[in-house]
């Protein structure tokens, strides 16, 4: 993510070519407060996805598709997603984010 923070404006910058400040963010908590707020979420989503695993039909998304189960499976899903994917996904942290999690859990279903 990258947010772009404009260079204040002043007598002789409207003559000047210079491209307003480009201040990239990394997704690596930059304070303790940040840390600690990822650490909280990261144990809270867990929390969520524990409860969605033991739903009474969580079965059918637990775990990835084999191609004995539907050969054709990988010609017509290009990205699958399951359940465990979602986990391993969430403590590895490339999912960061609610929305992360929303956007794998629909991406599950759509397959589906």
């Known amino acids: 993510t990258i ?21 990239p963010t990394t997704s690596i908590p930059a304070t303790p407060d940040e840390d600690k ?17 033991q739903h009474k039909n969580a079965n059918l998304f637990a775990g990835a598709v084999s ?18 994917s979602i986990k391993k996904n969430i403590e590895s942290g490339h999912i960061k984010t609610t929305e992360g999690l929303e956007r794998d859990m629909m991406l599950m279903f759509f397959n589906a």
């Open 67 to 84: 191609e004995a189960d539907a050969p054709e499976y990988r010609d017509i899903v290009y990205r699958p997603m399951d359940l465990n």
């Open 3 to 23: 947010i772009v923070t404009p260079t204040p404006a002043g007598p002789s910058s409207s003559t000047s070519s210079t491209p307003p400040t480009a201040t």
């Open 37 to 53: 707020d990822y650490k909280m979420w990261k144990k809270s989503i867990i929390l969520v996805w524990g409860q969605i695993a």
